[in-house]
């Protein structure tokens, strides 16, 4: 009995915060619409308080010089926002005398004008006006960050120099916006009304269940005086109860290897409506070792599940007596592992080698 007013309260809950407009959304896509009602009472279960705590995660604390970045050159592979709620992924290539190859840095840069720039935001500032902000890449591939489970979450984002520049100037791999022809001097078939849009993937436990556009550069307005390449933050909003974001670029200029443009952007000011379901210090409690790990890691008792950085679940498993999962079927790379145990659920970020 007391379980069943619990996930009626629940209900009632999750679709007085979504809005009636949800509900009738949900009712015709019944295999998200399950997982979501699961998941969001599964966390008020575990405590009877339903509204948890806000927090704002801005990069500040993120030891830098004035006007520096870091690249990911200390191998260290990872770093974390304010509160440890988040975490971002990096992977440096110690190739060709090292360079940052793909995920994430964080910078304080202002230089909106130097040409190939990857450090700096087309704003010239953070958020704030004086700190530190991201800089994503989907150079390689799409680029994500996992975090503590929010009722929602806001943030902003913006151009990076390097493709801000690239976009108003063209460049020897990609064109200048609005220009009919490509980086060769081709016709390319845009008639100039070329765009750089910044899709955002929300998920909760793998299952995708929200997602949004932002136009980082848009010429294809009838009035000219109207086109533009974004020198601001945008703000942008996800509603939904999430735990993951994944970003991808796509760009009206393309060729034979994907997206001419340059694959960069920008996020500061991340604002989370955190549930007290979960330990706000919970991203602490779950210790894997080897890490990195090649073959197998040490994660703990429970229902472990292996999430991609793009939301895809790869390994899911219950541990009881052997607490070392077998993670050489995995890719080299950057993943989440998500520990469930009764009313506790615990995640870490784990380092694939081969």
Known sequence: ???????????????????????????????????????????????????????????????????????????????????????????????????????????????????????????????????????????????????????????????????????????????????????????????????LKLSIYAYTFGTLIDSVEIYLADYRFSNDSLDYILDTWEAVNLSFPTDSIRFSLSSSDTGLFGMNTPGYFCLDHITGDYYTGIEENVVDALEIYPNPAIDFVNVGKGHVEVYSMTGKKLIAQFLSGENRLNVSSLSAGMYQVIVRNKHQISRASLIKRN
């Open 1 to 195: 009995m007391h379980e069943q007013v619990l996930f009626d309260r629940s209900f009632s809950l999750f679709f007085s915060l979504m809005g009636s407009n949800i509900y009738r959304k949900f009712k015709k896509m019944k295999i998200f619409y399950s997982i979501l009602l699961f998941t969001v009472t599964f966390h008020f279960a575990g405590n009877a308080q339903n509204k948890g705590f806000t927090r704002i995660t801005t990069f500040d604390s993120l030891t830098l010089g004035n006007e520096s970045h870091w690249d990911g050159s200390d191998q260290s592979g990872i770093f974390y926002g304010e509160h440890g709620f988040w975490d971002f992924q990096n992977e440096y290539d110690t190739s060709w005398g090292g360079y940052w190859a793909s995920g994430w840095t964080y910078s304080n840069e202002t230089d909106i004008a130097t040409v190939g720039n990857q450090f700096s935001s087309y704003a010239g500032v953070d958020v704030s006006g004086g700190g530190n902000y991201l800089i994503g890449t989907t150079a390689i591939s799409d680029v994500g960050a996992s975090f503590l489970l929010s009722e929602g979450i806001n943030f902003y984002v913006t151009n990076s120099t390097y493709t801000a520049i690239s976009m108003r100037e063209g460049d020897v791999y990609a064109k200048k916006f609005g220009d009919s022809t490509d980086a060769s001097g081709m016709v390319d078939g845009t008639n100039g009304e070329d765009w």
